[in-house]
């Protein structure tokens, strides 16, 4: 979202760029700029969060998350692994 910010001419910045004209564009609106940058972020989100949940039901689906009961109680060094983990 600082991009927005940190790219305007007051503060430094080169502002917008006119590719076809090969000079900097007429005006920069920095809460404008800012605003397109946070939209991008919750599409970002967005995009992550509901990609993450659909990948997450389907392993669940495929294979399950949790193992059984009594074997968290054995342990899961035994169970998945075979061996001990500590001695005492």
Do not use: C
């Not at 000079?23 to 509901?50: E, N, R």
């Amino acid at each position: 979202i600082g991009t927005g910010i940190v790219a305007a001419p007051v503060l430094g910045g080169t502002g917008l760029w006119d590719y076809a004209a090969n000079a900097p564009a007429a005006a920069y609106d920095m809460q404008a700029q800012a605003g397109i940058q946070a939209q991008a972020v919750l599409v970002t989100i967005l995009w992550s969060g509901i990609g993450s949940a659909v990948l997450f039901k389907l392993v669940d689906l495929a294979v399950g998350l949790r193992v059984e009961t009594d074997e968290e109680r054995e342990g899961l060094d035994l169970v998945d692994h075979g061996e001990r983990a500590y001695n005492y």
